[in-house]
């Protein structure tokens, strides 16, 4: 595993080579995108006055661009990721990170959820097989995209190589990842001292009510609710309120009430969301049983 930084010095490098392999050192970040890698190489060009760099021309175009990956990666400054080959960029010398950091450099789109970001926040000793990572469906996290390069030091329009969807491996520094699209993806925080984004706890605990199978099973998210509620009631009553879906409204509201006896001014506005129906379960995995909750209208099929 290439985890130790190498510092780069050839005589092969031209001097304006060299000043890019320090430059990718600086920015400290270990994979890069073409996108980022052009950003690097613009800003080279644009701070190159009395540096005596001796470039060619006053902006990089992909000739120039092909160049100078090609230089780096001969003189070992580059390479291809290991898990994503020639998409990503590895500089080699900045040390390598976890799958979590690695994949949420790679796609800006994506957070850690689920059983993943449920070990992250301590709601469970259980260990996951596999990364869970969500993201917005093509047409939302395509728009996430354009409006992360807009926000780039430079448009998306100065830039050749666009940002595009990323296609994650089965593999990710050793870790399986299991990627989800939802057109429903929730919030996020950025984990301090990581790259890592991770759902909000608020947004865990809703994730447990609509996908318990990738939390654990729905036995489990109640051993966890029953555990943790008490003490980020606020975060899930507030969250579970944004929902526009009423089942997970009267799931939540079972859970928190009934089962747990807590309270919170959000949860009897819930009550009016509830309503008969074959569908309306606690665990949406199991089939429907016979014993209901009068109160949340729903089946207590677990």
């Not at 092909?66 to 994503?84: C, H, M, P, Q, V």
């Not at 926040?121 to 390069?149: E, N, S, V, Y």
């Not at 706890?201 to 199978?213: A, E, S």
């Not at 966890?224 to 507030?238: G, M, Q, R």
Request: net charge positive; aromatic share 6%.
């Amino acid at each position: 595993m290439d985890t130790a930084p190498q510092r780069i010095h050839s005589p092969k490098l031209t001097r304006a080579a060299a000043h890019l392999a320090d430059q990718l050192e600086v920015n400290d970040t270990p994979v890069l995108s073409p996108f980022e890698f052009f950003q690097i190489v613009l800003a080279m060009y644009s701070e190159s006055t009395g540096k005596k760099l001796y470039l060619r021309r006053d902006t990089p175009d992909r000739d120039d661009i092909a160049r100078f990956r090609s230089i780096l990666k001969a003189t070992g400054a580059i390479t291809s990721d290991r898990d994503y080959g020639s998409r990503i960029i590895r500089v080699l010398s900045v040390s390598d990170r976890s799958a979590e950091d690695i994949v949420c450099l790679v796609d800006p789109t994506c957070y850690v959820s689920h059983l993943s970001a449920m070990q992250r926040w301590g709601l469970t000793d259980r260990t996951p097989r596999a990364l869970a990572l969500t993201r917005p469906d093509r047409k939302t996290a395509t728009a996430a995209l354009r409006a992360h390069m807009n926000e780039a030091t430079n448009t998306a329009e100065n830039n050749p190589y666009p940002l595009t969807l990323v296609q994650h491996p089965h593999r990710v520094r050793r870790r399986d990842v299991a990627i989800y699209e939802s057109k429903t993806a929730g919030a996020f925080i950025a984990n301090r001292g990581t790259d890592i984004r991770l759902s909000t706890v608020g947004q865990t605990f809703l994730d447990m009510l609509q996908r318990p199978d990738l939390c654990g099973g729905m036995s489990h998210v109640l051993d966890v609710w029953a555990e943790h509620a008490s003490t980020f009631l606020d975060e899930i009553a507030s969250t579970i309120d944004q929902t526009p879906k009423a089942l997970i409204k009267s799931r939540a509201g079972y859970i928190l009430e009934e089962r747990l006896g807590l309270h919170h001014p959000c949860i009897e506005r819930w009550k009016a969301f509830g309503q008969r129906g074959g569908s309306r379960k606690l665990d949406p995995t199991r089939d429907f049983a016979p014993v209901f909750s009068e109160t949340w209208m729903i089946s207590l099929n677990v």
